[in-house]
């Protein structure tokens, strides 16, 4: 499966992993993807660090960060 692409600013409050999942569930729920969206929520929310969440979500994202940072 190809996977979404989502752009953020990660120094503002698009940095934010909880901003960051309600762009992916737009875009994951415009493509009927709410199963796929349910288990990265999941997997994010109960990951032990903001790096882990980050390198859970780029597992099916395309994470474009405008800012650089990660």
Do not use: F, P
């Amino acid at each position: 499966m190809k996977k979404i692409t989502v752009t953020i600013a990660s120094r503002g409050h698009e940095g934010n992993i909880y901003s960051i999942l309600a762009k992916v569930h737009l875009e994951m729920r415009r493509l009927s993807l709410i199963q796929q969206y349910n288990d990265l929520y999941c997997a994010v929310t109960t990951s032990e660090s903001y790096s882990a969440a980050i390198a859970r979500i780029r597992q099916d994202v395309e994470l474009i960060d405008t800012d650089g940072e990660v």
